[in-house]
Protein backbone atom coordinates (compact mmCIF):
# COMPACT_ATOMS: atom_id res chain seq x y z
CA UNK A 1 0.00 0.00 0.00
CA UNK A 2 1.62 3.30 -1.30
CA UNK A 3 1.66 7.03 -1.61
CA UNK A 4 3.43 8.88 -3.86
CA UNK A 5 3.45 11.35 -6.24
CA UNK A 6 2.95 10.68 -10.16
CA UNK A 7 3.78 12.97 -11.95
CA UNK A 8 6.72 12.10 -14.93
CA UNK A 9 9.83 13.71 -15.12
CA UNK A 10 11.02 14.94 -18.34
CA UNK A 11 14.11 12.43 -17.91
CA UNK A 12 14.41 9.71 -19.86
CA UNK A 13 14.16 6.10 -17.87
CA UNK A 14 17.32 4.13 -17.58
CA UNK A 15 18.10 0.45 -16.34
CA UNK A 16 18.54 1.68 -12.86
CA UNK A 17 14.72 3.17 -12.77
CA UNK A 18 13.44 0.16 -13.76
CA UNK A 19 15.23 -1.47 -10.94
CA UNK A 20 13.97 0.50 -8.56
CA UNK A 21 10.37 -0.06 -9.70
CA UNK A 22 10.80 -3.47 -9.46
CA UNK A 23 12.77 -3.57 -6.02
CA UNK A 24 10.38 -0.93 -4.28
CA UNK A 25 6.95 -3.64 -5.23
CA UNK A 26 9.59 -6.33 -4.50
CA UNK A 27 10.26 -4.58 -0.68
CA UNK A 28 6.32 -3.78 -0.28
CA UNK A 29 5.37 -7.27 -1.68
CA UNK A 30 6.99 -8.53 1.88
CA UNK A 31 5.16 -6.47 4.06
CA UNK A 32 2.07 -9.06 4.83
CA UNK A 33 4.89 -11.87 5.47
CA UNK A 34 6.68 -9.84 8.54
CA UNK A 35 3.08 -8.45 9.33
CA UNK A 36 1.82 -12.29 9.70
CA UNK A 37 5.53 -13.53 11.62
CA UNK A 38 5.13 -10.66 14.15
CA UNK A 39 4.47 -11.20 18.02
CA UNK A 40 2.62 -8.00 18.04
CA UNK A 41 -0.71 -7.50 17.02
CA UNK A 42 -1.32 -7.21 13.30
CA UNK A 43 -2.51 -3.39 13.84
CA UNK A 44 0.53 -2.75 16.13
CA UNK A 45 2.46 -4.08 13.20
CA UNK A 46 1.33 -1.46 11.54
CA UNK A 47 1.90 0.99 14.01
CA UNK A 48 5.39 -0.22 13.98
CA UNK A 49 5.65 0.29 10.13
CA UNK A 50 4.87 3.69 10.79
CA UNK A 51 6.84 4.98 13.92
CA UNK A 52 10.33 3.28 13.30
CA UNK A 53 11.09 4.82 9.97
CA UNK A 54 9.72 8.11 11.18
CA UNK A 55 13.81 9.93 12.28
CA UNK A 56 14.58 8.33 8.62
CA UNK A 57 11.61 10.15 6.55
CA UNK A 58 12.62 13.27 8.35
CA UNK A 59 15.84 13.51 7.54
CA UNK A 60 15.07 13.04 3.83
CA UNK A 61 12.41 15.62 4.23
CA UNK A 62 14.60 18.04 5.31
CA UNK A 63 17.34 17.02 3.06
CA UNK A 64 14.65 16.96 -0.61
CA UNK A 65 15.92 19.36 -3.06
CA UNK A 66 13.26 21.97 -4.06
CA UNK A 67 12.67 22.37 -7.26
CA UNK A 68 11.76 26.02 -7.25
CA UNK A 69 9.79 27.94 -5.45
CA UNK A 70 6.33 26.46 -4.26
CA UNK A 71 3.00 27.76 -2.73
CA UNK A 72 3.18 28.08 1.27
CA UNK A 73 1.10 25.47 3.13
CA UNK A 74 -1.76 26.83 4.41
CA UNK A 75 -4.08 25.18 7.57
CA UNK A 76 -6.33 23.71 4.72
CA UNK A 77 -3.39 21.62 3.56
CA UNK A 78 -2.01 20.63 6.49
CA UNK A 79 -5.42 19.57 7.86
CA UNK A 80 -5.80 17.50 4.48
CA UNK A 81 -2.65 15.58 4.79
CA UNK A 82 -3.57 14.99 8.68
CA UNK A 83 -7.00 13.45 7.86
CA UNK A 84 -5.30 11.73 4.96
CA UNK A 85 -2.68 10.39 7.96
CA UNK A 86 -5.91 9.33 9.38
CA UNK A 87 -7.48 7.33 6.38
CA UNK A 88 -4.38 5.42 5.41
CA UNK A 89 -4.07 4.37 9.62
CA UNK A 90 -7.56 2.79 9.04
CA UNK A 91 -6.18 1.38 5.60
CA UNK A 92 -3.21 -0.06 7.29
CA UNK A 93 -5.27 -1.61 9.86
CA UNK A 94 -8.06 -2.85 8.26
CA UNK A 95 -5.21 -4.83 5.64
CA UNK A 96 -2.80 -5.91 8.55
CA UNK A 97 -6.43 -7.64 9.94
CA UNK A 98 -7.24 -9.01 6.56
CA UNK A 99 -3.28 -10.68 6.58
CA UNK A 100 -3.82 -12.28 9.62
CA UNK A 101 -6.68 -14.49 8.42
CA UNK A 102 -6.68 -14.73 4.37
CA UNK A 103 -4.04 -16.13 2.17
CA UNK A 104 -1.05 -13.41 1.61
CA UNK A 105 -2.13 -13.53 -2.61
CA UNK A 106 -5.71 -12.45 -1.38
CA UNK A 107 -4.18 -9.60 0.94
CA UNK A 108 -1.91 -8.10 -1.64
CA UNK A 109 -4.63 -8.22 -4.62
CA UNK A 110 -7.81 -7.15 -2.58
CA UNK A 111 -5.62 -4.60 -0.54
CA UNK A 112 -4.75 -2.89 -4.29
CA UNK A 113 -8.30 -2.51 -4.81
CA UNK A 114 -8.56 0.85 -4.44
CA UNK A 115 -6.61 1.94 -7.73
CA UNK A 116 -10.04 0.02 -9.29
CA UNK A 117 -12.58 2.35 -7.00
CA UNK A 118 -10.28 5.44 -8.25
CA UNK A 119 -11.36 4.58 -11.88
CA UNK A 120 -14.78 4.12 -11.09
CA UNK A 121 -14.68 7.57 -9.60
CA UNK A 122 -12.88 9.33 -12.32
CA UNK A 123 -15.64 8.02 -14.98
CA UNK A 124 -18.31 9.46 -12.00
CA UNK A 125 -16.67 13.13 -11.67
CA UNK A 126 -16.31 13.19 -16.08
CA UNK A 127 -19.77 12.25 -15.92
CA UNK A 128 -19.20 10.04 -18.97
CA UNK A 129 -19.77 6.40 -19.81
CA UNK A 130 -16.98 3.70 -19.49
CA UNK A 131 -14.76 2.74 -22.14
CA UNK A 132 -14.38 -0.78 -23.25
CA UNK A 133 -11.64 -1.37 -21.54
CA UNK A 134 -12.73 0.31 -18.57
CA UNK A 135 -15.97 -1.96 -18.63
CA UNK A 136 -13.22 -4.89 -19.20
CA UNK A 137 -11.82 -3.63 -16.11
CA UNK A 138 -14.81 -4.22 -13.95
CA UNK A 139 -16.18 -7.44 -15.44
CA UNK A 140 -12.45 -8.98 -14.67
CA UNK A 141 -12.75 -7.27 -11.31
CA UNK A 142 -16.43 -8.24 -10.31
CA UNK A 143 -15.72 -12.10 -11.64
CA UNK A 144 -12.98 -12.39 -10.02
CA UNK A 145 -13.59 -11.08 -6.69
CA UNK A 146 -16.62 -13.11 -6.73
CA UNK A 147 -14.52 -16.44 -7.21
CA UNK A 148 -11.72 -15.87 -4.47
CA UNK A 149 -14.86 -14.56 -1.78
CA UNK A 150 -16.63 -18.10 -2.99
CA UNK A 151 -13.56 -20.04 -2.45
CA UNK A 152 -12.64 -18.22 0.83
CA UNK A 153 -16.12 -19.00 2.31
CA UNK A 154 -15.32 -22.83 1.17
CA UNK A 155 -11.76 -22.67 3.30
CA UNK A 156 -13.11 -20.90 6.34
CA UNK A 157 -15.54 -18.18 7.27
CA UNK A 158 -12.33 -16.37 8.93
CA UNK A 159 -11.15 -16.21 5.33
CA UNK A 160 -13.83 -14.60 3.95
CA UNK A 161 -13.45 -12.30 6.57
CA UNK A 162 -9.92 -11.26 6.30
CA UNK A 163 -10.45 -10.72 2.35
CA UNK A 164 -13.53 -8.53 3.11
CA UNK A 165 -10.96 -6.29 5.83
CA UNK A 166 -8.71 -6.29 2.57
CA UNK A 167 -11.39 -4.60 0.41
CA UNK A 168 -12.06 -2.39 3.20
CA UNK A 169 -8.59 -1.11 3.41
CA UNK A 170 -8.95 -0.69 -0.87
CA UNK A 171 -11.75 1.96 0.30
CA UNK A 172 -10.02 3.95 3.04
CA UNK A 173 -7.15 4.10 0.74
CA UNK A 174 -9.52 5.93 -2.55
CA UNK A 175 -10.21 8.55 0.09
CA UNK A 176 -6.33 8.56 1.47
CA UNK A 177 -5.58 9.19 -2.40
CA UNK A 178 -8.16 11.62 -3.00
CA UNK A 179 -7.43 14.02 0.00
CA UNK A 180 -3.09 13.65 -0.53
CA UNK A 181 -3.93 14.29 -4.01
CA UNK A 182 -5.20 17.79 -2.71
CA UNK A 183 -1.74 18.65 -0.98
CA UNK A 184 0.54 17.81 -3.54
CA UNK A 185 0.89 20.95 -4.99
CA UNK A 186 2.45 22.67 -1.93
CA UNK A 187 5.12 19.84 -0.63
CA UNK A 188 7.46 17.36 -1.92
CA UNK A 189 6.92 13.82 -2.06
CA UNK A 190 9.54 13.37 1.14
CA UNK A 191 7.68 15.82 2.78
CA UNK A 192 4.24 14.68 1.75
CA UNK A 193 5.15 11.11 2.88
CA UNK A 194 6.92 12.29 6.53
CA UNK A 195 4.09 14.43 7.07
CA UNK A 196 1.22 11.65 6.71
CA UNK A 197 3.31 8.92 8.13
CA UNK A 198 3.39 11.39 11.35
CA UNK A 199 -0.61 11.73 11.68
CA UNK A 200 -1.10 7.93 10.57
CA UNK A 201 1.12 6.44 13.60
CA UNK A 202 -0.66 7.76 16.42
CA UNK A 203 -3.64 6.85 14.95
CA UNK A 204 -2.69 3.16 14.43
CA UNK A 205 -1.79 2.43 17.85
CA UNK A 206 -4.78 3.96 19.10
CA UNK A 207 -6.42 1.56 17.56
CA UNK A 208 -4.00 -1.43 18.77
CA UNK A 209 -4.83 -0.52 22.31
CA UNK A 210 -8.61 -0.54 21.27
CA UNK A 211 -8.25 -3.83 20.27
CA UNK A 212 -6.26 -4.73 23.15
CA UNK A 213 -3.39 -6.29 21.08
CA UNK A 214 -0.34 -6.73 22.41
CA UNK A 215 2.30 -3.85 21.53
CA UNK A 216 5.24 -4.24 22.88
CA UNK A 217 7.07 -6.94 20.81
CA UNK A 218 9.43 -9.81 22.27
CA UNK A 219 11.50 -10.39 18.50
CA UNK A 220 12.17 -7.08 17.22
CA UNK A 221 13.15 -8.09 13.76
CA UNK A 222 10.06 -8.63 11.82
CA UNK A 223 8.79 -5.57 12.91
CA UNK A 224 11.91 -3.43 11.81
CA UNK A 225 12.21 -5.34 8.68
CA UNK A 226 8.05 -4.20 7.98
CA UNK A 227 9.17 -0.75 8.63
CA UNK A 228 12.71 -0.48 6.32
CA UNK A 229 10.56 -3.09 3.82
CA UNK A 230 7.64 -1.20 3.44
CA UNK A 231 7.87 2.46 4.88
CA UNK A 232 11.73 3.57 3.83
CA UNK A 233 13.38 0.82 0.78
CA UNK A 234 9.32 -0.18 -0.52
CA UNK A 235 8.33 3.64 -0.32
CA UNK A 236 11.59 5.11 -1.35
CA UNK A 237 12.49 3.46 -4.77
CA UNK A 238 8.73 4.04 -5.45
CA UNK A 239 9.35 7.84 -5.00
CA UNK A 240 12.43 7.78 -7.18
CA UNK A 241 11.19 5.69 -9.72
CA UNK A 242 7.57 6.04 -10.86
CA UNK A 243 7.68 9.26 -11.66
CA UNK A 244 9.30 8.51 -15.05
CA UNK A 245 7.20 5.60 -16.06
CA UNK A 246 4.07 5.65 -18.22
CA UNK A 247 0.76 3.92 -16.47
CA UNK A 248 1.27 0.62 -18.52
CA UNK A 249 4.81 0.22 -16.81
CA UNK A 250 3.41 0.75 -13.77
CA UNK A 251 0.44 -1.33 -14.00
CA UNK A 252 2.63 -4.52 -15.24
CA UNK A 253 5.34 -3.95 -12.27
CA UNK A 254 2.49 -3.78 -9.88
CA UNK A 255 1.57 -7.36 -10.40
CA UNK A 256 4.28 -8.33 -9.11
CA UNK A 257 3.44 -7.56 -5.75
CA UNK A 258 0.47 -10.46 -5.53
CA UNK A 259 3.13 -13.09 -7.14
CA UNK A 260 5.49 -12.56 -4.90
CA UNK A 261 3.04 -12.85 -1.77
CA UNK A 262 1.31 -15.77 -3.70
CA UNK A 263 5.48 -17.21 -3.71
CA UNK A 264 5.93 -16.37 0.00
CA UNK A 265 2.34 -17.73 1.39
CA UNK A 266 3.26 -21.43 -0.51
CA UNK A 267 6.81 -21.26 0.54
CA UNK A 268 6.63 -19.66 4.24
CA UNK A 269 3.15 -20.37 4.72
CA UNK A 270 2.10 -23.72 2.81
CA UNK A 271 -0.94 -21.57 1.47
CA UNK A 272 -1.98 -23.91 -1.75
CA UNK A 273 -3.32 -22.18 -5.02
CA UNK A 274 -6.19 -23.93 -6.80
CA UNK A 275 -7.65 -23.72 -10.40
CA UNK A 276 -10.42 -21.76 -9.44
CA UNK A 277 -8.05 -19.75 -6.95
CA UNK A 278 -5.67 -19.05 -10.25
CA UNK A 279 -8.56 -17.90 -11.76
CA UNK A 280 -9.79 -15.39 -9.66
CA UNK A 281 -6.41 -14.31 -9.13
CA UNK A 282 -5.53 -13.91 -12.69
CA UNK A 283 -9.04 -11.96 -13.22
CA UNK A 284 -8.08 -9.21 -10.22
CA UNK A 285 -4.90 -9.05 -11.76
CA UNK A 286 -6.02 -8.46 -15.07
CA UNK A 287 -8.21 -6.06 -13.95
CA UNK A 288 -5.74 -4.39 -12.22
CA UNK A 289 -3.69 -3.84 -14.71
CA UNK A 290 -6.62 -2.61 -17.32
CA UNK A 291 -7.19 -0.15 -15.05
CA UNK A 292 -3.92 1.44 -15.31
CA UNK A 293 -4.24 0.87 -19.35
CA UNK A 294 -7.30 3.06 -19.09
CA UNK A 295 -4.80 5.67 -17.10
CA UNK A 296 -3.18 6.51 -20.55
CA UNK A 297 -5.62 6.05 -22.52
CA UNK A 298 -7.18 8.75 -24.34
CA UNK A 299 -10.36 11.11 -23.15
Same mark, same amino acid.
Given at each position: ??????????????? =?????????? *?????? +? =?????????????? *????? $?????? /?? $?? #?????????????????????????????????????????????? &???????????????????????????????????????? #? $??? &????? +?????????????????????????????? *??????????????????????? =???? +???????? +???????????????????????????????????????????? =???????????????????? /??????????????
Amino acid at each position: MTSIDDRREAVRPDT =WHFAALLGGN *FALALG +P =WFVRVADSGPVSAG *FWRLF $LPLPIL /GL $LA #LRQPKPGPRPAATLGAWLLIVTAGVLFALDLASWHVGIAYTRLGNA &SLFGNSGSLILMVWGLAVARRWPRRIEIAALVAAISGATI #L $LGR &SLEID +PATLVGDLFCILAGVFYFFFILLIQGARGR *FESWELLFASTLASAPVMLGIAI =WLDE +PIWPHVWW +PLVALALCSQVVGQGLIVLALRHFSALIIGVVLLTQPAISILVG =WLVFGETMGVLDALGMALIA /GALLLGKLSEGAGR
